[in-house]
């Protein structure tokens, strides 16, 4: 399976979504990232939106992947899409974050028309909403992209594939930490911070224990958005090279 985490717009969450929902519940699948400017220091196969000829090319080599593609890239990277006819077949997938700010949305609309234009089925298209205030009605704010989708049917739209916003994120950012092992992680803090000999030792330990109780809480938030974007029926795979993480 091979899925691209695209929009138009930054701000998004789209590594967010690529690296934290998708790259973790895919079997076997590597992250390549599209992004000019590449400030990311974890070990990622990174390209650059112009050099898409050779991001289909590795494609055709690899099984499973996650094509996180940076805003600065998209509309070229679109372009060579077709240019190159056919080659968004590559994908099995296009997942599309959105958020709720009205400039995301608008630019999240003007991202499946120029993917509905590439030829690509609505099928194929998927909405993650991201940033999702529980507290206000969803209809009310994502109302810009659900009544485009529903005036034309580009993409699926699931209001269940929603994420909250979490700190979590920002406290793991650049560490490659997979935030299910963070969650099943057993080590008795409380325990090493009553021994631990220095205020900043305890404070350390103190926000290692703060980061386990946050992806304690966000990971069935997570596995619940995967389990409704359905990418089993993107694709004629197996639904055992799908894995969800263990709650």
């Given at each position: 399976?091979?899925?691209?985490v695209?929009?138009f717009?930054g701000?998004?969450?789209?590594s967010?979504?690529a690296?934290?929902?998708?790259?973790?519940?895919i079997?076997?699948?590597?992250l390549v990232s599209?992004e000019?400017?590449?400030?990311?220091?974890?070990q990622?196969?990174?390209l650059r939106g112009?050099q898409?000829?050779?991001?289909?090319?590795?494609?055709q080599?690899i099984?499973h992947?996650?094509?996180d593609?940076g805003a600065?890239?998209?509309?070229?990277?679109?372009?060579?899409?077709?240019?190159y006819?056919g080659?968004?077949?590559?994908?099995d997938?296009?997942?599309v974050p959105t958020?709720?700010?009205?400039?995301?949305?608008?630019?999240?609309i003007?991202?499946?028309?120029d993917l509905?234009r590439?030829?690509?089925?609505a099928?194929?298209?998927?909405l993650?909403?991201?940033?999702?205030?529980r507290?206000?009605?969803f209809?009310?704010?994502?109302?810009?992209?659900?009544?485009?989708?529903?005036?034309?049917?580009?993409?699926l739209?699931?209001?269940?594939?929603c994420m909250?916003?979490?700190e979590i994120?920002?406290?793991?950012?650049n560490?490659?930490?997979?935030?299910?092992?963070l969650a099943?992680?057993?080590t008795?803090y409380k325990?090493?911070?009553?021994?631990?000999?220095?205020p900043?030792?305890k404070l350390?330990?103190a926000?290692?224990l703060?980061?386990?109780r946050?992806?304690?809480g966000v990971?069935?938030?997570l596995d619940a958005?995967f389990?409704?974007?359905e990418l089993q029926?993107c694709?004629?795979t197996p639904?055992?090279t799908l894995?969800?993480?263990?709650?």
């Amino acid at each position: 399976m091979k899925i691209a985490v695209i929009n138009f717009s930054g701000n998004v969450g789209k590594s967010t979504v690529a690296r934290h929902l998708l790259l973790p519940r895919i079997a076997g699948a590597e992250l390549v990232s599209v992004e000019t400017l590449n400030a990311d220091e974890s070990q990622v196969q990174a390209l650059r939106g112009r050099q898409f000829g050779e991001l289909q090319e590795y494609l055709q080599t690899i099984d499973h992947a996650v094509v996180d593609i940076g805003a600065s890239n998209v509309e070229e990277l679109l372009e060579l899409m077709r240019r190159y006819r056919g080659s968004h077949e590559d994908f099995d997938c296009f997942v599309v974050p959105t958020v709720p700010a009205l400039k995301q949305q608008q630019d999240t609309i003007a991202t499946l028309i120029d993917l509905s234009r590439q030829g690509i089925p609505a099928s194929k298209i998927r909405l993650v909403f991201n940033m999702v205030d529980r507290s206000i009605n969803f209809g009310a704010s994502f109302f810009l992209v659900m009544g485009y989708v529903k005036e034309q049917p580009v993409a699926l739209a699931n209001p269940a594939c929603c994420m909250g916003t979490n700190e979590i994120y920002a406290r793991v950012r650049n560490q490659g930490i997979d935030l299910a092992t963070l969650a099943r992680d057993d080590t008795d803090y409380k325990a090493l911070i009553a021994q631990a000999p220095s205020p900043a030792e305890k404070l350390a330990l103190a926000q290692k224990l703060a980061t386990r109780r946050l992806a304690s809480g966000v990971v069935p938030e997570l596995d619940a958005c995967f389990a409704a974007l359905e990418l089993q029926t993107c694709v004629a795979t197996p639904v055992a090279t799908l894995v969800r993480e263990p709650q």
